[in-house]
Nanobody, 131 residues
């Protein structure tokens, strides 16, 4: 089983920055260590549906950002360390949510904005932005 563990959330003020990290571990199958394909960051604000924030393909050459975070957030990945990042700058109160990283299987390298295309999920990390 592939495990994803997010870290880096917290309470910040409007305008501040945070970097979320997501570490992959475990095994995708017997004898096959975790090797996530495309990755995504999602978030769920109180009383709202979970939504895509950003996604990245396996190579890192293709990315997607939801409109509200374009120019402020950057998604990246280190396939050697199996750590995936979401750099968040210029945070505002609308960014307050639980943030989840999600991974597609190793053979699914194309990014997706559909949460149902993701096979593995982290437990989430809370980001709270005070105004």
């Amino acid at each position: 089983q592939v495990q994803l563990a997010e870290s880096g959330g917290g309470l910040v003020q409007a305008g501040d920055s945070l970097r979320l990290s997501c570490a992959a571990s475990g095994r995708e199958a017997p004898g096959r260590p975790a090797n996530p394909g495309a990755m995504g960051w999602f978030r769920r604000a109180a009383g709202k549906e979970r939504e895509i924030v950003a996604a990245i393909n396996w190579s890192g050459g293709s990315t997607y950002y939801t409109d509200s975070v374009k120019g402020r957030f950057t998604i990246s990945r280190d396939n050697v360390k199996k750590i995936y990042y979401l750099q968040m700058n210029g945070l505002n109160s609308e960014d307050t949510a639980v943030y989840y990283c999600a991974a597609r299987r190793s053979d699914r390298i194309v990014l997706s904005t559909n949460q149902h295309d993701y096979d593995h999920w982290g437990q989430g990390t809370q980001v709270t932005v005070s105004s």
